[in-house]
């Protein structure tokens, strides 16, 4: 079946390490975006790509960096200076182009800090 | 700054009872509203808005988005427990071009006891 597949679905991270977090989808949506969600608090745009070799910061980019080496893949990284990392991490993808779609989501991972 | 406001934050109703939700919006670039439901992990999508006045139904879902006032409202009707969700509003944007940007609202907790 096509879908977004994101994992681990749980990750624990310790002072000063980075990690990744995985996206991969085999819809051959262009577009990708990784949102971050806090208690009480809608989805957070990270970064998105719209296509392979390109992407850009959202509202929040800072102390995560991302790459689109593929068309169905975009790993976001979690580094150590992001100081507040414990959050709800969703990847999506979109279609592309200039029509109106809707965004497909993966399930999710839970970061938290040791 | 582009932003989505939802109210309430949370509400607490009885089966059978008819709730609405309601989500405000100042954005630039707008091209359509959207509604999803989350539960555990990933949100599920509800509807796509584009023109005002025009109703969207499923089942005992529909909405309506006013685009001279600039809010949309989500209405349930005969809920049941099952609808006990985040039920989250987004604004698609179109950011030069080809870009389809998801600005999400906090979202509105629903609570429906039995």
């Known amino acids: 079946d096509g879908g977004i597949t994101q994992s681990p679905k749980y990750l624990f991270r310790k002072e000063g390490q980075n990690v990744t977090l995985s996206c991969e989808q085999n819809l051959n949506h262009d577009a990708m975006y990784w949102y971050r969600q806090d208690p009480g608090q809608g989805l957070r745009l990270i970064y998105y790509s719209q296509i392979v070799n390109d992407f850009q910061k959202g509202d929040i980019a800072e102390g995560y960096s991302v790459s689109r080496e593929k068309k169905e893949s975009f790993p976001l990284t979690v580094t150590s200076a992001q100081k507040n990392p414990t959050a709800f991490y969703l990847c999506?993808?979109?279609?592309?182009?200039?029509?109106?779609?809707?965004?497909?989501f993966g399930d999710g991972t839970r970061l938290s800090i040791l | 700054e582009d932003k989505v406001v939802q109210s309430p934050l949370s509400l607490v109703v009885h089966e059978g009872d008819t709730v609405t939700l309601n989500c405000s919006y100042e954005?630039?670039?707008?091209?359509?509203l959207l509604w999803y439901k989350q539960e555990k992990k990933a949100p599920t999508f509800l509807f796509m808005l584009t023109s005002s006045g025009i109703e969207k139904k499923s089942g005992r879902l529909s909405s309506i988005l006013d685009k001279k006032e600039l809010f949309s409202i989500l209405n349930i009707t005969a809920t049941q427990t099952g609808d006990s969700a985040i039920y989250l509003c987004?604004?698609?944007?179109?950011?030069?071009?080809?870009?389809?940007?998801?600005?999400f609202g906090t979202g509105t907790l629903l609570a429906v006891q039995p």
């Open positions: 954005v630039t670039n707008f091209r359509s």
């Open positions: 999506a993808s979109i279609l592309g182009g200039a029509g109106n779609q809707p965004q497909h």
């Open positions: 987004a604004f698609l944007s179109n950011y030069g071009g080809a870009t389809n940007k998801l600005i």
